[in-house]
């Protein structure tokens, strides 16, 4: 069974940065696409970003953050990151990790099949 842990999360200023982490274990890392969610206070859950398996070659990112966000994935680490730059107060949500097995990397948060408990990331005005 997968087990995605993300952390990274807390409280920052706009214009600050944070990373977060989500840690995979469970199965092997590389055969899994990657996607990153986000939730805010009674908003439903929308697509952020996703790096595909294995190399991890493609990338995709919702317009809101495209220039500000990056997804990466460190597979000796089983770990995939999203680095948070430029942050504003609409960042601010609950930021989930989704592991899909071979995803090349999908905004459809249906296809994925594990989930983390996600992380608070607020960003002060």
């Known amino acids: 069974q997968v087990q995605l842990v993300e952390s990274g999360g807390g409280l920052v200023q706009a214009g600050g940065s944070l990373r977060l982490s989500c840690a995979f274990s469970g199965r092997t890392f590389r055969d899994y696409g990657m996607g990153w969610f986000r939730q805010a206070l009674g908003k439903e859950r929308e697509f952020v970003s996703a790096i595909s398996w294995s190399g991890g070659r493609s990338t995709y990112y919702t317009d809101s953050v495209k220039g500000r966000f990056t997804i990466s994935r460190d597979n000796a680490k089983n770990t995939v990151y999203l680095q948070m730059n430029s942050l504003k107060p609409e960042d601010t949500a609950v930021y989930y990790c989704?592991?899909?097995?071979w995803g090349a990397g999908t905004s459809a948060h249906s296809t994925y099949d594990y989930w983390g408990q996600g992380t608070q990331v607020t960003v002060s005005s």
């Open positions: 989704a592991a899909e097995k």
